[in-house]
């Protein structure tokens, strides 16, 4: 909105950059936050050399944030590692996720006749353009399932599975009734990232993910934008049903549009769902992932008889976020019983043994309208999904809301060139 020439008053109820996303230092202030008594055991290390991540997700290498990040150079503010690996879980064990074709071939995933089948499938996927049908062979972009593609390259459950989550990352197995089109382009989207850095398709910022709202601050100040932390607000003036401003310690700033997230304003969001999150500290790597310093591990849901997959992230002392030796790995998926955490349990068997445990269950909120009448236009809470890409969609879709015409890189780009010149 600034580089778009908007006056921007950006107002946080927190002392900390990025609400409910924030990393959390030092780590004294984590336990305060969950509430554990006493101070951390004097083998965490010191307290300021951790950023502990309220939530956890990874950068898709190839994905919609990092092109947001690069347009506006936001990446001049951050720095960025390549996660080690990204492995999936299957009959109690984990395996990678193969990341080379040579991986693929030797990974004991699957048997050589599947290899095979699912090669074929791979290069399919590559060569896939919804314009072009020489390289649709029959299937209809907009019409064919994606169970049937999978029929098509005669693809085993097992390779369906991990397909479908650990590549095209659904969380549910929705996705096998709905047009093939997006799933496609979901692991081409993989695909490509991998193929930017070779270890996995994922990226993680140096000193945790509170980097990324200070960079998009650092750029809207340059713009003119304005920061205040710190800031209660008291009261949200609406005046026939059109915000008009924000009162906040007596004084009122006027606006003729509002953005903000579902913790402002609880009359206008609903409930649709809970997520789970376990924050676990460890002094080890996780066991079978080759001593890797950062890894997501995907547990697909029909592994441990759920609807929706289970996620680790895994990040330690290499990215800033944890004292010398330390590593954090944090659980999450969508809540679908009364005991969460009895849901999680495959999880942390993986994490065993685990020095210190966070737990919160969060709701997930929607808002209730588009903000049209009332121009006020509400963030979705963060999900279960250990990538940004939903939350970008629905960046974009707020962008589209308050303006009226699409979110565009492009255009973006141009923008930033006229105030900064070409490079």
């Keep these: 909105m600034s580089v778009n020439g908007k006056k921007v008053l950006h107002m946080d109820r927190n002392p900390y950059y990025g609400g409910e996303s924030a990393s959390i230092t030092p ?54 590692k390549v996660t080690e690996g990204s492995f999936v879980y299957k009959g109690g064990k984990i395996y990678k996720v193969p990341s080379t074709e040579a991986e693929a071939l030797a990974s004991s995933l699957m048997g050589l006749f599947e290899k095979r089948r699912f090669r074929k499938f791979l290069v399919y996927v590559a060569n896939f353009d919804e314009k072009d049908p020489r390289t649709l062979e029959g299937i209809d972009p907009k019409k064919t399932a994606m169970r049937e593609v999978y029929k098509k390259f005669d693809l085993g459950q097992d390779v369906i599975d991990f397909t479908g989550h650990a590549l095209a990352l659904y969380r549910t197995d929705d996705y096998l009734d709905q047009p093939c089109c997006e799933t496609i382009n979901r692991i ?33 100040a340059i713009y003119g934008g304005t920061y205040m932390l710190n800031k209660p607000i008291e009261e949200i003036i609406v005046q026939n049903g059109k915000v008009i401003g924000v009162k906040s310690e007596g004084e009122i700033a006027r606006c003729k ?22 924050i676990c500290i460890l002094s080890h790597p996780i066991k079978n992932t080759n001593d890797a310093n950062s890894c997501q591990i995907i547990i697909p849901q029909n592994q441990v008889n759920r609807k929706s997959d289970i996620y680790v992230c895994m990040i330690s002392s290499a990215h800033n976020v944890a004292a010398q030796g330390k590593y954090i790995a944090i659980v999450s998926t969508t809540v679908e019983t009364k005991e969460p955490e009895k849901e999680i349990r495959p999880a942390l068997e993986l994490l065993e043994p685990i020095e210190q445990k966070f737990v919160s269950i969060s709701d997930l909120l929607v808002p209730k309208d588009l903000g049209t009448e009332s121009q006020i236009f509400i963030s979705r809470t963060y999900d279960a999904t250990t990538h940004f890409e939903t939350t970008c969609d629905d960046i974009k879709d707020i962008y589209k809301r308050m303006t009226g015409s699409e979110f565009d890189f492009e255009e973006m780009k141009r923008k930033k060139n006229d105030i900064y010149g070409e490079d």
């Design 257 to 278: 549009q509002l953005i903000c997230d579902p913790s402002y304003v609880k009359d206008r969001v609903e409930k649709v769902g809970q997520v789970i999150r376990v």
């Design 188 to 220: 081409k989207l993989y695909s490509e990232s991998l193929a930017r850095y070779g270890k996995s398709p994922y990226l993680y910022p140096l000193y945790g993910l509170g980097e990324l709202p200070q960079g998009f601050a650092r750029l809207s």
């Design 27 to 80: 780590l004294e202030d984590l336990y305060k936050r969950f509430k554990i008594p006493g101070a951390p055991p004097a083998s965490m290390g010191r307290g300021r050399d951790w950023n502990v991540d309220l939530i956890p997700k990874f950068l898709m290498a190839n994905g919609q944030l990092v092109k947001m990040l690069l347009y506006t150079e936001v990446t001049r503010y951050l720095d960025f």
